[in-house]
């Protein structure tokens, strides 16, 4: 059998990274950006170019689903933006329950990452207060991206992330770079 799903023209599609304790406390990452290519995550950029009415509507959403679910740990939701005649929309693309690429930026780019959040979430830990550190950049290195990595070690403000995989073949992430301080892109 197969589910066959219509295309959605949206504007650009955007994660919310959540985490949730047992008790029912929520904390969320700025809203991120994502950029694909040949359908997959390349760069994520944080914070998203939206207003500061969508984001809040993201955060609202995740909220939500993480609540609704009664989840414990961090939760990813991706959403599309839709162009509207009341304005831009949101409209859930994809729910993952677990620590999530488009998040790799917390590493470096915020107080807390998303990976100690979700540590903290399971242990019955109370939950940090993310804090950006910046506008920041999340760059895959996919495949052969891989032989460059020594090139964004010279780039200021640059980390790389190397997964230690052993071959590099196409679409397969190798590792990542995030970048505090990149100059963020023009809110639409």
Known sequence: S?????FVP???EVSMIAARSADGHVECFDVTENEHRDHILKISRAPAAISDALAAQARIIAESIANALNYVGVLAVEMFVLAGPGGPKL???EIAPRVHNSG????DGA???QF???IRA??????GKPVRH??????NLIGDDIHSYQQWLTIPGATVHLYGKGQARPGRKMGHVTQVDAIPPKTA
């Open 2 to 6: 197969a589910i066959l799903e219509a």
């Open 10 to 12: 949206f504007e650009r």
């Open 91 to 93: 409209l859930v693309n």
């Open 104 to 107: 790799h930026w917390t590493l």
């Open 111 to 113: 107080s807390i990452s």
């Open 116 to 118: 100690e959040q979700h």
């Open 122 to 127: 399971i242990a019955g830990w109370p939950l």
């Open 134 to 139: 910046g506008p920041v950049t999340m760059t």
